[in-house]
């Protein structure tokens, strides 16, 4: 049974940081494309990037190229997205998900002050 856990999120002031970090567990880790997506209040889900954890991104929004960057430790089974130069925009609930499953994880909520 595939399992994605997310954890990291908090509350940050515009300008700051923040790693969001993304466990797998119930299948190979290093053989798939994990891809994080964001939902801001009262919008819909959106693509944050897509990173093959054998060769990196595949896709990625606009927004995500410069201040945002996604990597992973394949021998912890963990994919991360580290944010920097945060803005009130990036507020939202970000999650990851596993396509060939179907999963999601739980999100983890990005709080981010102005």
């Known amino acids: 049974q595939v399992q994605l856990v997310e954890s990291g999120g908090g509350l940050v002031q515009s300008g700051g940081s923040l790693r969001l970090s993304c466990a797998a567990s119930g299948f190979t880790f290093s053989r798939y494309t994990m891809t994080w997506y964001r939902q801001a209040p009262g919008k819909e889900r959106e693509l944050v990037a897509g990173f093959i954890t054998s060769g990196g991104i595949t896709k990625s929004a606009e927004f995500v190229k410069g201040p945002f960057t996604i990597s992973s430790d394949n021998a912890k089974n963990t994919v991360y997205l580290q944010m920097n130069n945060l803005k009130s925009d990036d507020t939202a609930v970000y999650y990851c998900?596993?396509?060939?499953?179907?999963?999601w994880g739980q999100g983890t909520q990005v709080t981010v002050s102005s």
């Open positions: 998900y596993h396509g060939v499953s179907r999963t």
